[in-house]
């Protein structure tokens, strides 16, 4: 007989390449990781601290369509590097960091930019801005056994097949390990933790109906249509 009073919630999952089902555990999220993208928004690209937020767990959107979201009349995609966390542990050396990822894949970190500018204006936090229910589109993920561990590639967003992003894996400010390395120092790390690494230059406003394909050298494309 179950302890839980409501029927439990499902545990949100995200295909693998190849067969089976990633569990998801936590969303974490790195801001500004790319200089020109910083430049975009206002920002100095200075290697400071890197820095995080959260998105909910059942977030996550296994490609095909996307609702398009409450309050917001300025919906804006950012595509990205998504690591996947294999092994847990808190103050991981850099060193060590590769030996946790268990895969990689696509994800594009949806955002209520109108929501997201009056939260920095008032000071206020952007938790409505980018955790919203599928704000986190995401393809399947490639277990670094069958591929190997990044280093560089070609990422790429194309809105109804006109480019809106393009950049290289290598224009990261924090690379993959430091990334993994300084988030494990502020909590820690567990199996089934998704890690998405911040978003190159060219992040634009979408609209329902519009068709988005992100891609990445070496991953399985990510197909979304925003309803």
Known sequence: MSEFVIP???????????????????????????AAHAREMGHDPDREPPFFFTKPADA??????????????????????VVAIGAGGRDIAETDAKAHIWGYAIGIDMTRRDLQAEAKKLGRPWDMAKGFDHSAPIGEIVPVGNFGRFESGHILLNVNGAER?????????????????????LVELQPGDLIFTGTPEGVAEVKRGDELEAMISGLPPLRVRVV
């Open 165 to 185: 992003q393009e950049g290289d894996l290598l224009d990261m400010i924090w690379s993959v390990p430091e990334v993994i390395a300084a988030l494990s120092r």
């Open 8 to 34: 439990a919630p499902p545990v949100p999952a995200v295909p693998v390449r190849g067969g089976g089902l990633f569990p998801v555990r936590r969303i974490f999220c790195v801001g500004r990781n790319y």
């Open 60 to 81: 996550i959107v296994t490609g095909g369509e996307m609702p398009y979201p409450a309050a917001t009349s300025e919906l804006h995609h950012e595509v990205e590097l």
